[in-house]
Protein backbone atom coordinates (compact mmCIF):
# COMPACT_ATOMS: atom_id res chain seq x y z
CA UNK A 1 0.00 0.00 0.00
CA UNK A 2 2.96 2.51 0.54
CA UNK A 3 6.21 3.47 -1.25
CA UNK A 4 7.43 4.32 2.48
CA UNK A 5 10.49 2.15 3.45
CA UNK A 6 9.39 2.85 7.19
CA UNK A 7 6.23 0.97 6.35
CA UNK A 8 8.29 -2.43 6.39
CA UNK A 9 9.66 -2.07 10.01
CA UNK A 10 5.82 -0.79 11.72
CA UNK A 11 6.52 2.44 11.69
CA UNK A 12 3.75 2.82 9.07
CA UNK A 13 1.01 2.86 12.37
CA UNK A 14 3.09 5.59 13.65
CA UNK A 15 2.63 7.87 10.48
CA UNK A 16 -0.73 6.90 8.82
CA UNK A 17 -4.16 6.05 10.02
CA UNK A 18 -6.57 5.03 7.26
CA UNK A 19 -10.06 5.87 6.68
CA UNK A 20 -12.42 4.20 4.25
CA UNK A 21 -9.83 2.98 2.23
CA UNK A 22 -7.69 6.61 2.21
CA UNK A 23 -4.73 6.98 4.03
CA UNK A 24 -4.50 9.93 6.12
CA UNK A 25 -0.72 11.38 7.29
CA UNK A 26 -0.80 11.37 11.30
CA UNK A 27 -0.01 14.54 13.36
CA UNK A 28 3.65 14.93 14.37
CA UNK A 29 4.14 12.99 17.34
CA UNK A 30 7.02 15.31 18.35
CA UNK A 31 5.34 18.03 19.07
CA UNK A 32 4.86 19.53 22.85
CA UNK A 33 1.11 19.15 23.99
CA UNK A 34 0.34 22.84 24.21
CA UNK A 35 1.72 23.74 20.67
CA UNK A 36 -0.59 20.65 19.36
CA UNK A 37 -3.88 21.86 21.02
CA UNK A 38 -3.50 25.00 19.85
CA UNK A 39 -2.66 24.11 16.38
CA UNK A 40 -6.12 21.76 16.30
CA UNK A 41 -7.98 24.59 18.04
CA UNK A 42 -7.21 26.73 14.58
CA UNK A 43 -7.57 23.34 12.45
CA UNK A 44 -11.26 23.10 14.09
CA UNK A 45 -12.06 26.57 13.58
CA UNK A 46 -11.08 26.72 10.22
CA UNK A 47 -12.91 23.30 9.48
CA UNK A 48 -15.92 25.07 10.64
CA UNK A 49 -15.44 28.28 8.60
CA UNK A 50 -15.23 26.25 5.38
CA UNK A 51 -18.75 25.17 6.43
CA UNK A 52 -20.33 28.55 7.51
CA UNK A 53 -19.07 30.17 4.26
CA UNK A 54 -19.96 27.13 1.71
CA UNK A 55 -23.87 27.28 3.49
CA UNK A 56 -23.40 31.27 2.37
CA UNK A 57 -21.64 30.43 -0.80
CA UNK A 58 -18.68 32.88 0.27
CA UNK A 59 -16.46 32.35 -2.22
CA UNK A 60 -14.04 34.28 -0.94
CA UNK A 61 -13.95 33.14 2.61
CA UNK A 62 -14.60 29.42 1.68
CA UNK A 63 -10.96 29.69 0.35
CA UNK A 64 -9.99 31.95 3.40
CA UNK A 65 -11.13 29.14 6.18
CA UNK A 66 -8.99 27.15 3.81
CA UNK A 67 -6.16 28.85 4.04
CA UNK A 68 -6.54 29.00 7.81
CA UNK A 69 -6.56 24.85 7.88
CA UNK A 70 -3.90 24.39 5.80
CA UNK A 71 -1.53 26.18 7.83
CA UNK A 72 -2.74 24.43 10.52
CA UNK A 73 -2.31 21.20 8.90
CA UNK A 74 1.32 21.95 7.91
CA UNK A 75 1.97 23.18 11.14
CA UNK A 76 0.64 19.70 12.84
CA UNK A 77 3.07 17.68 10.28
CA UNK A 78 -0.23 16.65 8.21
CA UNK A 79 0.64 18.13 4.96
CA UNK A 80 4.14 19.03 3.59
CA UNK A 81 7.10 17.48 4.30
CA UNK A 82 7.10 14.30 6.02
CA UNK A 83 7.77 15.51 9.67
CA UNK A 84 9.66 11.97 10.16
CA UNK A 85 12.11 12.52 7.47
CA UNK A 86 13.10 16.34 9.13
CA UNK A 87 14.87 16.54 12.85
CA UNK A 88 12.94 17.52 15.60
CA UNK A 89 13.94 20.71 16.34
CA UNK A 90 13.00 21.42 12.38
CA UNK A 91 9.25 20.47 13.28
CA UNK A 92 8.84 21.75 16.59
CA UNK A 93 10.02 25.54 14.48
CA UNK A 94 7.59 24.61 11.40
CA UNK A 95 5.10 24.34 13.88
CA UNK A 96 5.71 27.75 15.83
CA UNK A 97 6.07 29.32 12.39
CA UNK A 98 2.69 28.05 11.36
CA UNK A 99 0.97 29.42 15.04
CA UNK A 100 2.57 32.86 14.23
CA UNK A 101 1.14 32.89 10.98
CA UNK A 102 -2.38 31.75 12.21
CA UNK A 103 -2.40 34.59 14.75
CA UNK A 104 -1.27 36.64 12.08
CA UNK A 105 -5.01 35.69 10.53
CA UNK A 106 -6.75 36.22 13.88
CA UNK A 107 -4.43 39.74 14.20
CA UNK A 108 -5.75 40.68 10.45
CA UNK A 109 -9.70 39.29 10.69
CA UNK A 110 -8.74 37.34 7.31
CA UNK A 111 -11.63 34.68 8.23
Known sequence: MSDDPGAEDGAD???WFVVGGRRWRR?????????RAALTSHLGRGRSAV???????DADAVSAAR????IAK???GERGPRWWDEPVADRI???R???????????SGAD
Open 93 to 95: ERA
Open 13 to 15: DER
Open 51 to 57: RVAKNRD
Open 27 to 35: TDPALPDDL
Open 67 to 70: RRVG
Open 97 to 107: DALRQLADLDE
Open 74 to 76: HGL
